[in-house]
Antibody, heavy 118, light 109 residues
């Protein structure tokens, strides 16, 4: 079964850091680009970051550029999001998503909640 | 940056009725790289339509997508109780942006 499982969310103070992980299974992880998408409570979806299958191409939304770092370990079938200088507006459910069968996001994890609050 | 505007914000219909959801882009979406997702409370989004008009595997044929350029439509021909949810459009042809619309909530009338 194709599956993505996020972990690492939690409560963090403003200015703090957190590292999210996304474990992939059921497909050849190293062949597929990956993304992070977030959703603030009661709000819509916001694309956060993209990484190519090899990790050589990376993109970020302007809202997180310079603060978040996406990376992957193809040997461990894992995707990461290092989040630094966190702000209250970064509070959201963070999903990892990929494009296995189609060129749109057809596989999503269940999400992990990040709360930035003092 | 391509901005996607969905309308209406909320659509109130009854089971059995036809739903028409709109997604308008601020610039032309290249090669119809436009997708539609359904999201129910507490769940991750689910891909319905990709390439503006192709249904993803397992999606009932009452869901259809159409459009090109800047104007796209998701149509649900005959609403079932399980179709009441929030729907998002997304453009994914303009790297490095994969922007989403703000969503349309489809609620039971």
């Amino acid at each position: 079964e194709v599956q993505l499982v996020e972990s690492g969310g939690g409560l963090v103070q403003p200015g703090g850091s957190l590292r999210l992980s996304c474990a992939a299974s059921g497909f050849t992880f190293s062949s597929y680009e990956m993304n992070w998408v977030r959703q603030a409570p009661g709000k819509g979806l916001e694309w956060v970051s993209y990484i190519s299958s090899s990790g050589s191409t990376i993109y970020y939304a302007d809202s997180v550029k310079g603060r978040f770092t996406i990376s992957r370990d193809n040997a461990k079938n894992s995707l990461y999001l290092q989040m630094n200088s966190l702000r209250a507006e970064d509070t959201a459910v963070y999903y990892c998503a990929t494009t296995v069968r189609y060129d749109a996001f057809d596989i999503w994890g269940q999400g992990t909640m990040v709360t930035v609050s003092s | 940056e391509i901005v996607l505007t969905q309308s209406p914000g909320t659509l109130s219909l009854s089971p059995g009725e036809r739903a028409t959801l709109s997604c308008r882009a601020s610039q032309s979406v290249s090669s119809s790289y436009l997708a539609w997702y359904q999201q129910k409370p507490g769940q991750a989004p689910r891909l319905l339509i990709y390439g503006a008009s192709s249904r993803a595997t397992g999606i009932p044929d009452r869901f259809s997508g159409s459009g090109s350029g800047t104007d796209f439509t998701l149509t649900i021909s005959r609403l079932e109780p399980e179709d009441f949810a929030v729907y998002y459009c997304q453009q994914y042809g303009s790297s490095p942006e994969y922007t989403f619309g703000q969503g349309t909530k489809l609620e039971i009338k």
